[in-house]
């Protein structure tokens, strides 16, 4: 059975660090707890779990107090996870069994990420992390904030064990003010710091600041592809807050430069037609959005949504607009298999299955198409 280190960085996090060291204190054979200054009762806390903890000067630099923490573990293998993460019972179990039978040892495993929840607590959106490593191997974070563990080599072992993020608070104004600070001592902003730059700017609604860095950002050559379709999403966001449609689709469609078309880019691309009231375009980029499949191994954030009710719900609209009921409502059943529960999609059956062969139910029928688009894929 192989062991595990867990190694934690963490800074006033009271109110969150009990609820995620009892999803995972009994499944580790040691603690590691690196404080950067915490004046609450963080320390505390964490005492109640492990002696392991270390005060280390904050540097603004997130990559630096990580790689403190995987030095002092000393267990086979070394796991890293955030205050306010979680390991729900599914997945402590079957994280408890991987360790118990895994078989071989990989140099790194990599988990779904779960960033994003929606009313009924189910992932939203989500992405994949390397979570655990081989402390022989000497991996090393990379990046003072936005910081990534660099994996070159090595075998990796793809589960879906998840780890769910439920985030505390706005790290915006932090996160640009180390960025400053990184560039004041001779950092330069350029590849992923710069894609980082550009999302924070995003963030903090400074459009136009924002989308001229990602424009920036697709100059440079060299990219992870990820990240180069994310900027295509989030600089298609940009250029609809500042009213520039067509450069918006523009930038939508020059994310199939990188990959196969993705689930929620069709379904923005989509999202511009209905703006238009073309609903025959809508209406084949929603289907597109069905028909697409992940790439293996892909790291970037997927919206759960896009790949799964989403698309259901926008035909149903869009076919309510061309009066043809019989197919909104097949799809209104779909996007229902999803969410059982949601009043929407229910009121929308009732309506449906009422007013066919009677009229048109366009009026009738609940929520709006580009809102509910606009909010699944922002």
Same mark, same amino acid.
């Given at each position: 059975?192989?062991?595990?280190?867990?190694?934690?960085?963490?800074?006033?996090?009271?109110?969150?660090?009990?609820?995620?060291?009892?999803?995972?204190?009994?499944?580790?054979?040691?603690?590691?707890?690196?404080?950067?200054?915490?004046?609450?009762?963080?320390?505390?806390?964490? #005492?109640?779990? =492990? +002696? &392991?903890?270390?005060? @280390?000067?904050?540097?603004?630099?997130?990559?630096?107090? /990580? %790689?403190?923490?995987?030095?002092?573990?000393?267990?086979?293998?070394?796991?890293?996870?955030?205050?306010?993460?979680?390991?729900?019972?599914?997945?402590?179990?079957?994280?408890?069994?991987?360790?118990?039978?895994?078989?071989?040892?990989?140099?790194?495993?990599?988990?779904?990420?779960?960033?994003?929840?929606?009313?009924?607590?189910? #992932?939203?959106? =989500? +992405? &994949?992390?390397?979570? @655990?490593?081989?402390?022989?191997?000497?991996?090393?974070? /990379? %990046?003072?904030?936005?910081?990534?563990?660099?994996?070159?080599?090595?075998?990796?072992?793809?589960?879906?064990?998840?780890?769910?993020?439920?985030?505390?608070?706005?790290?915006?104004?932090?996160?640009?003010?180390?960025?400053?600070?990184?560039?004041?001592?001779?950092?330069?902003?350029?590849?992923?710091?710069?894609?980082?730059?550009?999302?924070?700017?995003?963030?903090?609604?400074?459009?136009?600041?924002?989308?001229?860095?990602?424009?920036?950002?697709?100059?440079?050559?060299?990219?992870?592809?990820?990240?180069?379709?994310?900027?295509?999403?989030?600089?298609?966001?940009?250029?609809?807050?500042?009213?520039?449609?067509?450069?918006?689709?523009?930038?939508?469609?020059?994310?199939?430069?990188?990959?196969?078309?993705?689930?929620?880019?069709?379904?923005?691309?989509?999202?511009?037609?209905?703006?238009?009231?073309?609903?025959?375009?809508?209406?084949?980029?929603?289907?597109?959005?069905?028909?697409?499949?992940?790439?293996?191994?892909?790291?970037?954030?997927?919206?759960?949504?896009?790949?799964?009710?989403?698309?259901?719900?926008?035909?149903?609209?869009?076919?309510?607009?061309?009066?043809?009921?019989?197919?909104?409502?097949?799809?209104?059943?779909?996007?229902?298999?999803?969410?059982?529960?949601?009043?929407?999609?229910?009121?929308?059956?009732?309506?449906?299955?009422?007013?066919?062969?009677?009229?048109?139910?366009?009026?009738?029928?609940?929520?709006?198409?580009?809102?509910?688009?606009?909010?699944?894929?922002?």
């Amino acid at each position: 059975m192989i062991t595990i280190s867990l190694c934690m960085i963490v800074k006033n996090e009271e109110n969150v660090l009990r609820r995620c060291m009892d999803s995972v204190h009994d499944l580790v054979d040691e603690i590691i707890i690196v404080d950067t200054g915490s004046s609450d009762r963080t320390k505390e806390i964490a #005492a109640e779990y =492990t +002696s &392991r903890i270390f005060d @280390l000067e904050w540097t603004d630099d997130f990559a630096a107090a /990580r %790689n403190y923490a995987f030095e002092q573990a000393a267990m086979q293998y070394i796991m890293w996870l955030d205050a306010d993460d979680v390991l729900h019972e599914q997945d402590r179990i079957k994280f408890a069994q991987l360790k118990q039978t895994l078989s071989w040892e990989p140099d790194a495993m990599m988990c779904n990420y779960h960033l994003a929840f929606d009313e009924h607590g189910n #992932a939203a959106a =989500t +992405s &994949r992390r390397y979570r @655990l490593v081989k402390r022989s191997q000497g991996y090393r974070w /990379r %990046n003072p904030v936005h910081e990534y563990l660099d994996i070159t080599g090595g075998k990796v072992l793809q589960t879906d064990i998840a780890v769910s993020h439920y985030r505390e608070g706005d790290h915006t104004a932090r996160n640009i003010s180390i960025l400053q600070k990184w560039m004041e001592n001779g950092g330069k902003l350029e590849g992923r710091m710069l894609f980082f730059y550009a999302n924070e700017l995003l963030d903090q609604r400074q459009y136009r600041e924002a989308a001229e860095c990602y424009e920036d950002y697709f100059r440079e050559s060299v990219a992870y592809r990820e990240d180069r379709i994310a900027a295509c999403s989030k600089l298609a966001e940009c250029y609809h807050h500042l009213g520039q449609k067509e450069k918006k689709l523009d930038r939508l469609i020059k994310s199939f430069h990188y990959d196969v078309p993705h689930a929620d880019i069709c379904c923005s691309i989509a999202g511009c037609f209905e703006e238009r009231e073309e609903w025959a375009l809508a209406i084949y980029w929603y289907e597109r959005a069905l028909e697409s499949r992940l790439p293996e191994g892909y790291m970037g954030v997927v919206n759960l949504a896009c790949f799964t009710w989403l698309p259901h719900f926008q035909l149903c609209l869009c076919y309510a607009r061309l009066g043809q009921l019989q197919q909104a409502l097949e799809h209104n059943g779909h996007a229902l298999s999803y969410l059982p529960e949601d009043a929407n999609l229910l009121e929308n059956k009732r309506r449906l299955e009422q007013a066919l062969g009677i009229g048109s139910v366009i009026e009738s029928l609940e929520g709006s198409g580009n809102g509910h688009c606009d909010e699944a894929n922002h």
